[in-house]
């Protein structure tokens, strides 16, 4: 079974799963998120009343785009559920995420959820973090030069991030170093040693931070994962 039809099994399922009627949502970004929105876009188009928050400009284009009504988080107490994609999983439901360039503000949604479900195929899992990808942290574009150096003091090969040779600017204005591990085996003892780097504004560890994870297998069976199973 084709990527695309993968990506689509599990964000449809995570929609008619967990989306109900008068609900805030947050929605992700990147491909496998896109098949989310669109299957909310049928939900509203049927009369569903939702209220959308989006991860990201481009998110929030594609929403507006299929008749979504998007809001500012702050005009919200809580999102009830969003529904993103992950770069890595590992056992422990432990996530990178960030490659799509989003990691600053899927994280700020994440936090303001009550669930996030997140949709991967079986190519996103893995033993231990950062083996297959590097781990993306967004920086202030001011003394880059300097964080990207206290990064690579971490045990990592720290890249900017370039589009057309020119550096990626987030939706925030910021820069990205994909740092590469040879791989992440305490987690959360890395993410406390990144936040402290003067210049960095966030990391791509999302660490206890799903609550379930839909995941599909080349043959197109469904796996649901729950945190604290």
Do not use: W
Not at 177 to 197: A, G, H, Q, V, W
């Amino acid at each position: 079974m084709s990527d695309i039809n993968l990506k689509k099994i599990a964000a449809e399922t995570a929609v008619g799963d967990y989306v109900e009627n008068d609900m805030v949502v947050g929605l992700g970004t990147g491909s496998t998120a896109y098949y989310a929105i669109k299957k909310i876009s049928e939900l509203v188009a049927s009369g569903y009343n939702l209220t959308c928050i989006a991860t990201s400009v481009q998110s929030e284009k594609v929403a507006k785009e299929h008749g979504i009504k998007i809001v500012d988080i702050d005009d919200v107490d809580y999102i009830d559920v969003t529904i993103d994609g992950a770069d890595e999983v590992d056992r422990n439901l432990q996530l990178i995420k960030g490659l799509g360039g989003a990691l600053l503000r899927e994280k700020i949604v994440a936090a303001a959820s009550l669930k996030e479900i997140i949709v991967v195929d079986a190519s996103k899992k893995v033993d231990v973090l950062g083996v297959k990808n590097p781990l993306p942290v967004e920086v202030l574009r001011f003394g880059h030069h300097k964080t990207k150096y206290a990064l690579e003091k971490q045990g990592c090969s720290a890249n900017l991030r370039m589009i057309d040779h020119t550096p990626f600017i987030t939706d925030s204005g910021n820069y990205i170093y994909d740092c590469k591990f040879e791989s992440i085996n305490n987690p959360f003892f890395l993410e406390s040693r990144i936040n402290t780097i003067p210049g960095v504004v966030e990391n791509g560890l999302f660490l206890n931070t799903a609550t379930t994870v839909l995941m599909t297998s080349e043959n197109g069976k469904l796996e649901r994962l729950v945190s604290g199973e």
